[in-house]
């Protein structure tokens, strides 16, 4: 079964300790995360590497892999697994120079699908298309329409992640449509329960046997 299915984790930037962080992608991980973004935008170098090494201790014990968000220093500093990449980020020739061939390089495409078939071409595992809903992470975030995703299945051959304000009950069509992934952070973050959250993600998807 590819890696690169089910339910992707992205982290908030809420101030936490990194411990409490860790327990929380914890239950998230037993409710069926697969993939694992450190993504956080405010705190400062120190606390990064403390939050980040905490998930990556956590990560290998339950063997999901982690992606570093924008960081290349960080993501090659820690030995995470891979990193993700936006427009304002480094290209991704670069993190594959620096992180090397097994690393999961993951790149934002927004709405864009001439964007997405230069960073398959430069060597992206995976290719994020989105917001497809009004985000409360992110509210300024491009926007993209459902109906994208059915053109990229066809044309990119590479697992599709998507993003932006996905629930249980709005993110069934965007599988329908071919996204292998579904990228969240306040559904499962702002969910009284971490745990049952991330379940509700992952029964939206086909089990391996009716793949
Ligand atoms: C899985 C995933 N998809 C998209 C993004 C957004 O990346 P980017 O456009 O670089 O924006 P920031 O997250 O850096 O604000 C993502 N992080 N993860
Ligand atoms: C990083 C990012 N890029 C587009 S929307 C978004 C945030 C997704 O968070 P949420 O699942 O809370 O909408
Ligand atoms: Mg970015």
């Keep these: 079964m590819s890696r690169l299915f089910g339910l992707y984790l992205v982290t908030p930037g809420t101030p936490m300790a990194p411990a409490d962080l860790a327990a929380i992608v ?3 991980i037993r409710g069926g995360a697969r993939l694992v973004q450190y993504r956080d935008k405010d705190a400062d ?16 014990a339950r063997g999901v892999p982690l992606i570093v968000n ?3 220093g960080l993501a090659a ?15 991704p020739r670069l993190a594959r120079a620096r992180l090397g061939p097994d690393a999961l390089i993951g790149v934002s ?21 989105g917001s497809f ?3 409360t992470t992110k509210p300024n975030a491009l926007r993209a329409d459902p109906a994208l995703l059915r053109g990229a299945r066809k044309t990119l051959g590479r697992p599709l992640v998507a993003i932006g304000g996905i629930t249980p009950d ?3 069509p965007l599988i329908a449509a071919g996204a292998d992934m ?6 499962v973050f702002d969910a009284p329960d971490c745990e049952a959250a991330a379940r509700a993600y992952t029964r939206l998807f086909p089990t391996e046997d009716s793949r």
């Design 170 to 172: 709005n993110g069934g």
């Design 70 to 72: 924008d960081d290349l």
């Design 182 to 187: 579904l990228a969240v952070v306040s559904g």
């Design 45 to 60: 170098p120190a606390t990064r590497i403390a939050k980040a090494e905490a998930l990556l201790g956590l990560c290998r």
């Design 26 to 28: 914890e239950r998230a």
């Design 109 to 129: 495409c927004y709405a864009d699908l001439a964007r997405a078939l230069d960073a398959a071409t430069a060597g992206a595992d995976y290719l994020a298309f």
């Design 77 to 91: 500093r820690i030995g995470a697994d891979g990193v993700h990449l936006g427009r304002d980020d480094p290209d």
């Design 133 to 135: 809903f009004r985000s």
